[in-house]
């Protein structure tokens, strides 16, 4: 390609301009937009996939969840077109690790990178990335745009993908505009009959922690009086049990914390209030790169795929940020659409799902068997109705500090979530976590202490050692010490 | 500001709170005073400026110096338009460099709403090529008025012909970076400061940007409606000439470029 050809897109007028998003959503929800007449874009068993991941939002930070202080109408197209998913929960809820777990389909602690340090190493050399699987197996051309952090945060060596834009920083602000631009030019001016695999990384709302480092003091009057109306409320469980693990106390006294700063209600709303607005930066670069595909030879043939890499506190339990097993930051959006293929308008709430799922589902729709070892399992029974399900009837996540010098495993956290309960338990603290997810999904009573419950408790360790003696370890993490969750 | 709180900003160690302002990040090093204004200088006339980009998390030894904007007016040979030639430059942490490069057709009203643009986005290979495969020019031609409608890079133009008076916010959509459209945005006069100079104290007006999909921006200008600085949350711009810290190796012959054209 001339890079002085003009690839000038017709002039359109101001009402076409803006129309652009609803022009969108008409057209995934009829499914049946066909561009051209290029059979080779359109093989239905190597369908295009196009994953798009914010980073650091919270599961309910969707309009069309129900959440009326935000408008997100780029994800709510998705969210209406397709399949969500309302118990989706990340690996491990800060970015290296759970990063390495969503690109290979296998848990931080096999993946070697269990704390959130790039002192921690790189990728294990014999797990795969999936876009080295789809890349071999499939022949699929895989494309990389924006945030890795596996472990170093932006690169253009990103095993198995071609890097088209790397971020800038951890800036959203400024990184996610390139990225979705990048991406969007991409798929216009694309010239390639093989099917394609599409990673767009968005940084934003991880931005957030920029704005909480600005505003630890607590202000008690608004900076902007004329949003004192657009405040949203605080979060149903704000109050919490105080009986949690010291872990939990000690992250919210450290220095950056609201707890440092004492703050009251206001500026609690007003983080809420700037919080929605960096997720609605992300949700307008979000509809850059579906317009563009909307527009492409592709908008028929791919299947679209959104998450986030953890959640954030937003309030919930006084908690801000992320690094901690309650849902606020172990939950995650989870949304798959493909017209005509995934379900339309989909909410599953009954399922347990996890990020280490996603390979093994992009694999599934590549038409190919996903690599050894899989944590996971395919989500495409659930997504299209079609075959038969499996039922997990638990699913593990992972929390761990560690110490950024010696690398040693510390502050090692386990959840275990089971349809009806969620166990957490931190490895050297004696107060643990059993929380009644059918009565109290919010999380707001500790039951550990209650000698009825001490049979569910003794069932979930059980799941948790099942789970932990199948893992295979990262030989750098055993040698750390995490192999003692094996006899727990 | 009379009437309204301003967060003094409180240095805590490590550490910077508060909203980023020109007092702010005058006491942590970022920028220095500001140039005296070149003779004649007319917001309504031809002018350029250029900024310098920096992200800034908090931490008081901790910018990302992430770029550089350079804004040209060109007064229109009809009494109310004007035309705004953009070049703004990134870079990342692999120091690969991204160039926008608009030209953008505006009235002269309150906003400075455009008429049509011209962008080219080009993704810069280490060798200084742009690579065809991301780089793009696109345009747009409005066609019939629908609500006000803005700039995001219009916007600093657009504050330096605003009075310094509390009058009802203007409402509007954006188009920031030209393309991407964010709907129910005011702007508005917040209030005079001021800021600290070797001189003395010097005179600043502070304008406030709210709405959908964006963090509150705030826009610096001086007391002859020259705009010196505009921050959000995490972003900031300066004055290239008053700024401080050196600018990375990979931005310098840019900076050459941007001041000989």
Redesign the interface.
Same mark, same amino acid.
């Given at each position: 390609m001339d890079p002085n050809a003009d690839h000038t897109d017709p002039m359109i007028n101001r009402r076409q301009f803006l129309q652009a998003g609803a022009a969108g959503t008409a057209l995934l929800a009829t499914g049946g937009l066909t561009y051209g007449d290029s059979p080779s874009v359109h093989r239905k068993d190597k369908p295009n996939i196009l994953f798009i991941m914010t980073d650091q939002q919270h599961i309910n930070a969707i309009s069309a969840a129900g959440n009326p202080h935000l408008h997100t109408p780029n994800m709510d197209r998705l969210f209406r077109a397709g399949t969500s998913f309302s118990e989706s929960y990340c690996p491990q809820p800060v970015c290296i690790p759970c990063r390495s777990s969503i690109f290979t389909g296998r848990m931080p602690t096999e993946t070697g990178m269990w704390m959130n340090t790039a002192r921690v190493g790189q990728l294990e050399e014999s797990i795969p990335t999936i876009g080295e699987w789809l890349q071999t197996e499939a022949g699929y051309e895989t494309i990389y745009a924006g945030k890795w952090h596996v472990p170093q945060c932006n690169t253009y060596d990103i095993r198995g993908f071609n890097t088209i834009c790397s971020g800038l920083n951890h800036y959203g602000d400024i990184s996610d505009e390139l990225v979705s631009r990048a991406c969007a030019s991409y798929l216009l001016q694309r010239d390639d009959v093989r099917p394609f695999f599409m990673v767009t990384s968005l940084v934003q709302s991880h931005d957030i922690c920029h704005w909480l480092n600005t505003n630890v003091p607590n202000e008690t009057v608004l900076r902007y009086p004329e949003i004192a109306d657009e405040l949203p409320p605080l979060p149903p469980n704000f109050e919490y049990d105080r009986r949690e693990p010291k872990h939990l106390a000690s992250q919210r006294s450290t220095r950056m914390q609201p707890h440092v700063g004492g703050w009251e209600p206001l500026q609690w709303r007003y983080y809420l209030w700037n919080y929605y607005r960096h997720v609605e930066m992300v949700d307008a670069e979000i509809g850059r790169v579906l317009n563009a595909l909307d527009r492409s030879d592709y908008a028929d043939n791919t299947l679209i795929v959104f998450t986030s890499d953890h959640g954030e506190g937003m309030g919930c339990h006084q908690t801000v940020r992320k690094g901690f097993l309650y849902d606020e930051a172990a939950k995650v959006p989870l949304i798959f659409t493909f017209p005509g293929r995934v379900r339309g308008g989909m909410v599953d709430s009954s399922s347990l799902v996890s990020s280490v799922d996603l390979t093994p589902t992009f694999c599934d729709f590549a038409g190919i068997a996903p690599p050894p070892d899989m944590c996971g399992r395919s989500l495409r029974p659930l997504l299209t109705g079609e075959g038969k399900a499996h039922d997990t009837p638990y699913l593990v996540a992972n929390y761990e500090a560690g110490a950024a010098k010696t690398l040693q495993a510390q502050d090692m956290a386990r959840m275990v979530r089971t349809k009806d309960y969620k166990y957490i338990l931190y490895y050297d603290d004696e107060t643990d976590q059993l929380f009644d997810m059918k009565n109290d999904p919010w999380e707001t009573k500790n039951l550990s202490g209650d000698t009825r419950y001490a049979s569910v408790i003794g069932e979930h360790r059980a799941m948790l050692r099942e789970w932990e003696n199948r893992l295979k370890y990262a030989p750098r993490y055993a040698a750390a010490g995490g192999d003692c969750w094996r006899n727990v | 500001m009379s009437g309204n %709180?301003q967060?003094i900003p409180?240095k805590s160690g490590f550490?910077?709170?508060? =909203? *980023?302002s020109p007092e702010s990040l005058k006491a942590i090093g970022v920028i220095g005073d500001f140039p005296a204004i070149e003779p004649g200088w007319d917001p309504q006339g031809n002018w350029s400026a250029l900024f310098r980009?920096c992200?800034?998390?908090? /931490?008081v030894n901790s910018f990302?110096q992430?770029?550089l904007l350079k804004l040209t007016r060109h007064a229109g040979t009809q009494a109310q338009d004007f035309r705004l030639i953009v070049d703004r430059y990134? &870079?990342?942490?692999?120091d /690969?460099c *991204?160039h926008h490069h608009a030209e953008i057709v505006c009235h002269g009203d309150a906003l400075g709403s455009p008429v049509?643009w011209k962008l080219t986005?080009s993704?810069l290979t280490p060798q200084g090529?742009?690579? =065809? %495969?991301?780089? /793009?020019?696109?345009?747009? &031609?409005?066609?019939?008025?629908?609500g006000a409608?803005a700039t995001s890079w219009g916007l600093f133009e657009a504050v330096q012909r605003m009075p310094f008076e509390k009058l009802p916010?203007l409402e509007f959509?954006m188009f920031?970076?030209l393309?991407? =459209? &964010?709907e129910n945005q /005011?702007l508005s006069y917040r209030g005079k400061l001021t800021f600290p100079t070797d001189g003395g104290p010097m005179a600043l007006h502070c304008f406030?940007h709210?709405g959908?999909?964006?963090? =509150?921006i705030e826009y610096f200008v001086d007391d002859n409606h020259r705009l010196v600085a505009c921050t959000?949350?995490?972003?900031v711009y300066v004055l290239e000439s008053a700024a401080l810290m050196p600018l990375p190796e990979v931005l310098q012959p840019v900076l050459a470029k941007l001041r000989s054209t």
């Open positions: - | %709180n967060t409180q550490y910077m709170f508060g =909203p *980023h980009i992200m800034i998390s908090g /931490r990302y992430s770029g990134m &870079k990342n942490e692999t /690969r *991204h049509s986005s993704y090529a742009a690579d =065809p %495969n991301v780089s /793009r020019t696109t345009s747009w &031609k409005d066609s019939g008025s629908d409608l916010a959509t920031e970076t393309d991407l =459209p &964010k /005011r406030q709210l959908w999909g964006i963090i =509150p959000n949350s995490a972003r």
